[in-house]
């Protein structure tokens, strides 16, 4: 069964710019995570999407916002880019929401000049 | 809110034992989750724990007291290819997503 895949593998934006990124779960995965990670505040929760519902959401600015198709695909969405945004995005899908592992895609690296 | 605390670095040698603890302080505590991270990859799922004991998978363990909020992870038999960042994660009830401590980043040395 193929992994969790993310799109694009590494974006370089400029501020002001804003980005999609993507991410296909793992076949028959409802739910989908988004964290981000940098060196300095380590693996920091975005949201959650069930069913297409977001079901939960970190503590990140308006700017980060999400959404999950029907097919459990999910993208994520930043406006207004500035420079701290520079991070490695990780989506990661599990059976289902609240008992089940979390598996990781191999995440897309964000620049953001 | 949430608190995890694990050691930011640790060295140990090849063919040795590795002991990596994790601490936690939340509410709502509905299990602990080790993840293993190479430079440049994604986290990849190691162990689970819910209930306190030990959870025991080939050459790694995991144990857990959920009244001292602890946890550590066991590595055996170390290889060279066991370097990397091990990352501990809470989840709480009524929420899917997890809160990660910092990692702990393992060097293996000849």
């Known amino acids: 069964k193929a992994g969790v895949t993310q799109t694009p593998r590494y974006l370089i934006k400029t501020r002001g710019q804003q980005v999609t990124l993507s991410c296909s779960p793992i076949s028959g995965h409802r739910s989908v995570s988004w964290y981000q990670q940098t060196p300095g505040q380590g693996l920091q929760f975005l949201f959650e999407y069930f069913s297409e519902t977001q079901r939960n959401k970190g503590n990140f600015p308006g700017r980060f916002s999400g959404r999950q198709f029907s097919n459990s695909r999910s993208e994520m969405n930043v406006s207004t880019l500035e420079l701290g945004d520079s991070a490695l995005y990780l989506c990661a899908s599990s059976l289902n929401a609240g008992l089940d592992t979390q598996y990781f895609g191999p995440g897309t690296r964000l620049t953001v000049l | 809110g949430q608190n995890i605390d694990q050691p930011t670095e640790m060295t140990a040698t090849e063919g040795a034992i590795v002991q990596i603890n994790c601490t936690y302080q939340?509410?709502?505590?509905?299990?602990l989750f080790w993840y293993q991270q190479h430079a440049g990859e994604a986290p990849t799922f190691l162990s689970y724990n819910v209930l306190d004991g030990l959870e025991e998978k080939g050459r790694f363990s995991s144990f857990l007291s959920r009244s001292k909020g602890y946890s550590y992870l066991l590595l055996k038999e170390l290889q060279m290819k066991d370097s990397a960042s091990y990352l501990c994660a809470v989840r709480m009830f009524g929420a899917n997503n997890l809160f990660f401590g910092t990692g702990t980043r393992l060097t293996v040395i000849p």
């Open positions: 939340t509410s709502g505590f509905n299990g």
